[in-house]
């Protein structure tokens, strides 16, 4: 059975729907399939310390993307970096400590990620503007 998700991918300024074909097509090749990719529920106040730009629920293979992003002043590239971000935790696998405690951001992790063609442009636009995210 096909599952329906009532949550949209059409914001006011971009369509997720589109980057994150663009994003599946460039570096994955259109290997992520059966993703759904969608704004979170907007919220009445601003995180006041830090935000968390995106998300992803692998068993449900559902991306979120944090609806401060639907923005003007948001370049596009910066946006794609955080889906691409999500989309790279799709393909490399967590690890584990010698604990068993799960690791998602790993040496390997951070190497996928770099390979975004913007990286450290989105990184230095990140620190730049964070403020602008919270209260
Ligand atoms: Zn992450």
Known sequence: MQRQFVFKEKGRFFDLRFLFNKLNARYF???LENYS??????RRLRPRNEIVFGSIQEEDRLIRIH???????VPVWFLEYVIYHEM??????????????RIVHHE?????????HRFRRAKAWEADNLARFLR
């Open 88 to 101: 790279c935790h799709a393909v490399v696998p967590d690890e584990f400590d010698a604990q068993g405690r």
């Open 108 to 116: 390997r992790f951070y190497a996928e990620e770099r390979k975004f």
């Open 29 to 31: 090749n259109n290997c």
């Open 37 to 42: 990719i969608v704004w979170g529920k907007k």
């Open 67 to 73: 609806p401060l992003l639907d923005r003007a002043f």
